[in-house]
């Protein structure tokens, strides 16, 4: 097996699969293990409270965070990034590792989702409800793994301390907006929605460790990250 394929293996495949036995694990603690125990309880509460206070108002607003999160805008934000930041940067570094956290993030929320099958919340149901479990909340999850991804490498690049609190907070109300959204609309449960977080939180720190670390190297040439050899790091597999 050559080098790269070993470390990819290493800092990229393992972690991912650790992640899913971690959210597998998180699923069944929620909806089997400590089903009857608090603060798992009161979950309909929190649920049917939201729902019994909707206004039109609210409606919209969560309609927009909703939509923010979709699997068609995520696919499309996702590429268009990801082309501008090649463009931009000229290296293929960023791009990859906004990419594979997205990814990531959505191939654990289709697994675990397989293996854990929880009914969503009953209350009415503002979206159609798709065919998979309520655990976890796949929008969460892109959303955490997207927009986060994003504040990361703008503060890596911003020249200012201000500038980088400017990013963090502003990207980082989008994944938080979306958790209360799908709450709100009656589409999961409160800990369908903290699992997210865990998924694509951890999804960022993997690819981030994997991919922005200039100080790892892949490979035979032992080429550091983003330096002279970025073109023949792992992203030298990708044409175009």
Known sequence: MSDVAVQIARRVLLPVTL??????????????VLAHTWPFTVEDTVNRDLAAHRTPGWNDVSLVFSTLASTQLIVVVTVLVALV???????????????????????IFLFTTMVIDRHRPAVEHMDDSPPTSSFPSGHTSAAMALYVGIAVLLALRARSTPAKITWWTLLVLVPIGVALTRMYRGMHHPSDVVASF?????????MARAVLDRTLTWGRARLPLGRSGDDVTPASTVTG
């Open 198 to 206: 865990v998924n694509g939180g951890l999804c960022v720190a993997i």
């Open 85 to 107: 930041l090649r463009l931009v940067l000229h290296r293929w570094r960023e791009p990859i590792f906004l990419c594979a956290a997205v990814s990531a993030q959505a191939l």
């Open 19 to 32: 992640l899913f036995a971690l959210l597998v694990g998180l699923g069944l603690l929620v909806t089997r």
